[in-house]
């Protein structure tokens, strides 16, 4: 079976500021991991993914994430942060031999001028 | 291209009540899913069709009915409402079914029960 944490169910932080929203997964086969960000009232969107390869993941929007295997860890950074990344922001995993995709609990960070 | 749509955008209904929420894409996807969102709990899977003609239970599916009418339509019908369906509702697709698929969203059905 996997899981997914997302250890932080908000994250205030001022504009121009570095931030981390940490995920861990955990999980019995190889797994894909996803980061998805929700807008006020929209559905989600992908910011990025890992599939294999490259320990870290580029996105959209200047967002980055790193795969740790050994710390079961795929947490997101982005160095300097705008008021329009204020925003739900989901981990999700997935694995071989199941079809579902795991959605954590979301952490909603609140960008402050 | 549209993606993903939903119908309605917002519903209320009462304890009893039937309704059908829809769902369309036009990404020529296989694979579509609903999911609900419930504050704290992040997206849980009722039910999902992984190609055309076949649907599968996910995380919660009690209470709930789907329908694939074909390739890009999607239904979840509630019979008989009841106040613990009070979410958000969104429909995905991706374009096949395996783990590794982007999932693509609509923008939700917000559905009270009263």
């Known amino acids: 079976a996997q899981s997914v944490t997302q250890l932080d169910s908000q994250v205030p932080v001022f504009e121009e500021a570095p931030v981390e929203l940490r995920c861990n997964y955990s999980s019995s086969v190889s797994v894909y991991l996803f980061w998805y960000v929700q807008y006020p009232n929209q559905g989600l969107q992908l910011l990025l993914k890992?599939?294999?390869?490259?320990?870290l993941v580029k996105g959209i929007n200047g967002f980055e994430a790193e795969f740790n295997k050994s710390q079961t860890s795929f947490h997101l950074r982005k160095p300097s942060v705008h008021i329009s990344d204020t925003a739900e922001y989901f981990c999700?995993?997935?694995?071989?031999?199941?079809?579902?995709?795991?959605f954590g609990a979301g952490t909603r960070l609140f960008v402050k001028a | 291209n549209a993606g993903v749509t939903q119908t309605p955008k917002f519903q209320v209904l009462k304890t009893g009540q039937s309704m059908t929420l829809q769902c369309a894409q036009d990404?020529?996807?296989?694979?579509m899913y609903w999911y609900r969102q419930d504050p704290g709990m992040g997206l849980r899977l009722i039910y999902y069709?992984?190609?055309?003609?076949?649907?599968d239970k996910g995380e919660v599916p009690n209470g709930y009915n789907v329908s694939r009418l074909n390739k890009r339509e999607f239904s979840l019908r509630l019979e008989s409402a009841a106040p613990s369906q009070t979410s958000v509702y969104f429909c995905?697709?991706?374009?096949?079914?395996?783990?590794?698929?982007?999932?693509?969203f609509g923008p939700g059905t917000r559905l009270t029960v009263l």
């Open positions: 069709s992984a190609s055309e003609g076949t649907t």
């Open positions: 999700a995993v997935s694995g071989t031999g199941g079809f579902k995709t795991i």
């Open positions: 890992y599939l294999s390869g490259s320990t």
């Open positions: 990404m020529n996807h296989n694979s």
């Open positions: 995905a697709s991706s374009e096949a079914g395996g783990p590794y698929n982007e999932q693509f």
